[in-house]
């Protein structure tokens, strides 16, 4: 092994909690087979995120310039490629979100190195990376080796490592760089960022949550969870595919690309459990999954499960509520 | 503006039991039903509104054997004006290669925009539409929720984490992976899948293309695959309905919920 290199992602002035994830992980690496760790953080000016990684690395390669303050793909990928082919690192990681994904395929067929992609693990066996990787939807992983490289390309899924709230270290230095003057003008240019999160009720602040998922069936069964969720006095929420087909607005979304919530209790009826709606309900109190699946891999997260058609369960919660 | 659509043809996971397969490296496919990739489905809708606005051609591009030609019936059906099926033989595809065979047939086609969907359900990758754009010197977005013409530029929007969108302009030529949820791909019935039969589908052999060993070489190998390691799991409540029902309230309540 050698030296590995993280990619810090920031978003609207604030380092992005992947970050944090890539570089503990990285660090756990490099002490192993003592190398070097270097964080790259390609920022506007003076955005002052550089202490903060330095704390977490041996160095950070700082490039500051105002075209950097929010991600481009085009710029990112010619600055990053000049790195790569000057100091030709054994590693680079770059998170694996919806910037990472615009950015390391096209950095991976510039430079010339193998990329894998999701990483939920990374290991060095013999001198070459191995990672562990989930496929068809989360429902089995799989152990990837790459065709050997002078260096390897890895996004990484958030949440995969969660460094310890004692992450940091002795300050390593910052070096600032120069950016290139021939760089080209990039051809995506920002307009805005918009809330999607924004609406009429907010999840977050709820104790009870009853979320439904694909196993509403059609739009029309919607109706009888939310007065099942009336009457419990709940807040209703939803997965993705909900979303997707228009049946609830954006903002009852649970999960990475909508929100996380910390209920007390979340009821997630006919839900599967993608990694992506998971990641939204680590902080809930207690969750209780309703599935007729009983392999659904909502179970193996969920505190108690219920293997049953969530209609039959949601019409005898009503029955047992009105009763009492 | 003229279009082209990448798709994929994959086996229905969500509700099936997964068999690895014997050589440990895969899955048995022959109990499962092959569908459209859900990302690419949405592609093609996309692809299709563009021309119903802005007139055009939609050109839907696969690589696979002769059954994955449903795919692009498929796309016909949705409106798509001809499809090509790109025959990789028995040779082994990783992202990469898949990318640069992509590559070769889409350079010499006419295009101001390529779309492909941001991940496939098998091996759930997501980075073939990026390296095409890349190895086809296009500009490019990754997880796109919205696009709109603008002459020679697209207004789009890009579905970052944590419920906020960023929106930008691109210039055209663009390739853009299309996320789910990005419109609502229309019904396709039998009776559209059987006319779309009349409409041009050309194959075209791997072998054919020219490319060199190196760009049909994948770049990564998987040397295992293997079931989701176990956990604690949950506690399973057994019963009816009704006593299922009493013991949910009964744990809600005393989790400090009042219902």
Known sequence: MGEIYVVAEHRKGEVREITFEMLFKARELCRTFSHRLTALLLAGKDAGFADDLAKRADRVLVFENDRLETFNSDLHKEILNRVIQKDQPFMTWIAHTSWGMDLAPALSVKTGLPLATDCVDIQAEDGRPIVIRQIYSGKLFSRVSFKESPGYLMTVRSGAFLPPDDAEMEPGEVLKQDIPADLAEPRKTFVEFVDTGAGEIDITQADLLVSIGRGIGEEENIATIRELADRMGATLSCSRPVVDKNWLPKFHQVGTSGKSVRPKVYLALGISGAFQHVAGITGAGTVIAVNKDRKAPIFRVADYGVADDLFKVANALKEKLAGA | ?259
């Open chain 2, 1 to 259: 503006m003229d279009v082209i659509v990448c798709v994929k043809q994959v086996p229905e996971v969500i509700d099936a039991d997964l068999k690895i397969s014997r050589e440990g490296t895969g899955i048995e496919k022959e109990d499962l039903v092959m569908h459209i990739n859900d990302w690419d489905n949405y592609a093609v809708e996309e692809a299709v509104c563009i021309k119903e606005t802005q007139g055009g051609t939609v050109t839907a591009i696969t690589i696979g054997d002769d059954e994955s030609e449903d795919v692009l019936r498929r796309a016909l059906a949705m409106g798509a004006d001809k499809a090509i099926r790109i025959d990789p033989g028995e040779r082994e595809l990783d992202g990469f290669v898949i990318s640069k065979i992509l590559a070769k047939v889409i350079k010499d086609l006419e295009y101001h925009l390529v779309l492909t969907g941001v991940q496939a359900d098998d091996d759930n990758s997501g980075m073939v539409g990026i390296m095409l754009a890349e190895t086809l010197g296009l500009s490019h977005a990754a997880v796109v929720t919205g696009v709109e013409p603008e002459g020679d530029l697209a207004r789009i929007r890009v579905e970052l984490e944590g419920g906020m969108d960023e929106v930008s302009r691109i210039q055209l030529p663009s390739l853009l992976t299309i996320q789910t949820g990005i419109n609502e791909p229309r019904y396709v019935s039998i009776m559209g899948i059987r006319k779309a039969g009349k409409k041009e589908l050309t194959v075209i052999p791997v072998a054919n293309l020219g490319l060199s060993e190196d760009d049909l070489t994948p770049r990564t190998r998987i040397e295992e695959v293997f079931l989701p390691p176990e956990t604690t799991g949950a506690e399973m409540i057994e019963g009816d309905a009704a006593s299922v029902a009493a013991e949910l309230i009964k744990i809600i309540k005393e989790k400090g919920v009042s219902i």
